[in-house]
T-cell receptor, first 115, second 110 residues
Framework: DVKVTQSSRYLVKRTGEKVFLECVQDMDHENMFWYRQDPGLGLRLIYF???????EKGDIPEGYSVSREKKERFSLILESASTNQTSMYLC??????????????FGEGSRLTVL | GQNIDQPTEMTATEGAIVQINCTYQ??????LFWYQQHAGEAPTFLSY????GLEEKGRFSSFLSRSKGYSYLLLKELQMKDSASYLC???????????FGTGTRLQVFP
């Protein structure tokens, strides 16, 4: 089974702190994604990556950056956390081969609170 | 534009049948997914439709009409463990990304 692991389930940070959210997948998927999930707004795409060292902006990239130095790892970075970035962050991966085209496999989520 | 609509909340009784609707408007369509998400957990894949018609998988079925921009998820013989959020997501043909609805929170009562 595909496993997508996010480094932290719960984090509490202060405004202005730099925050790293790590995600690792173990099925050699080419594509990786970062979403945030907020009540009433659903899942919104922040950034995604189709290959190592490649990144593409999603729908709400402002205030975030990403890093993909290895195929299995995709990191989300909040350079200077703000209270409006309090949210549930979900990492996902997908493969170009096999399964349903575009099917996403999600991690457990990281709930970030910025005080 | 891109828009996906589904009801915010639904309630049902254990043993009953419930239908969760999803309507969508996208610039290009290339498949529709349903995911289940229990509170505090990751979304998990339930079903995939790319052609019109009904896909059945055990107690769950999903229907698609591309001409109407409409899908539904049908849950039969409801169990308490089916209490969860159900996410409709459309794969956009032009961007190849999944666009999610806001989710439908289903509560099953005894």
């Amino acid at each position: 089974d595909v496993k997508v692991t996010q480094s932290s389930r719960y984090l509490v940070k202060r405004t202005g702190e730099k925050v790293f959210l790590e995600c690792v997948q173990d099925m050699d998927h080419e594509n990786m994604f970062w979403y945030r999930q907020d009540p009433g707004l659903g899942l919104r795409l922040i950034y995604f990556s189709y290959d190592v060292k490649m990144k593409e902006k999603g729908d709400i990239p402002e205030g975030y950056s990403v890093s993909r130095e290895k195929k299995e790892r995709f990191s989300l970075i909040l350079e200077s956390a703000s209270t409006n970035q309090t949210s549930m962050y979900l990492c996902a991966s997908s493969s170009l081969a096999g399964g349903h085209p575009g099917e996403l496999f999600f991690g457990e989520g990281s709930r970030l609170t910025v005080l | 534009g891109q828009n996906i609509d589904q009801p915010t909340e639904m309630t049902a009784t254990e043993g009953a049948i419930v239908q969760i609707n999803c309507t969508y408007q996208t610039s290009g369509f290339n498949g529709l997914f349903w995911y289940q998400q229990h509170a505090g957990e990751a979304p998990t894949f339930l079903s995939y439709n790319v052609l019109d018609g009904l896909e059945e998988k055990g107690r769950f079925s999903s229907f698609l009409s591309r001409s109407k921009g409409y899908s539904y998820l049908l849950l039969k013989e409801l169990q308490m463990k089916d209490s969860a959020s159900y996410l409709c997501a459309v794969r956009d043909r032009d961007t190849d990304k999944l666009i999610f609805g806001t989710g439908t929170r289903l509560q099953v009562f005894p």
